[in-house]
């Protein structure tokens, strides 16, 4: 299966920019669906941002115009790029992999949080 690591959360202020990355360790990766969720204390755990196998995107109504999802097949790398960040950001991210078959791995997540 996938063993997925995220990274690049931290602290900004409002209005900045993030990166993060999720790395997975498989060598299944270009077929896998990747997605982001995100988790504020006490909250659910929300819908962010999918990207298909062959490059399709979808965006919480919340993200879309600010968040861009993309993937570098060579590198098994998922990232999210962050833009105009709000303190409504702050969360827990977790990376997302799904299979063909409907399997599915998460990360452990990266802590982001957006300061006013």
């Known amino acids: 299966q996938a063993q997925l690591v995220e990274s690049g959360g931290g602290l900004v202020q409002a209005g900045g920019s993030l990166r993060l990355s999720c790395a997975a360790s498989?060598?299944?990766?270009?077929?896998?669906?990747m997605g982001w969720y995100r988790q504020a204390p006490g909250q659910a755990r929300d819908f962010v941002a999918r990207i298909s196998s062959g490059g399709s995107t979808n965006y919480a109504d919340s993200v879309k115009g600010r968040f861009t999802i993309s993937r570098d097949n060579a590198k098994n790398t998922v990232y999210l790029q962050m833009n105009s960040l709000k303190p409504e950001d702050t969360g827990a991210y977790y990376c997302?992999?799904?299979?063909?078959?409907?399997?599915?791995?998460w990360g452990q997540g990266t802590q982001v949080t957006v300061s006013s």
């Open positions: 997302q992999a799904s299979s063909i078959s409907a399997f599915i791995w």
């Open positions: 498989s060598n299944m990766f270009r077929s896998f669906a």
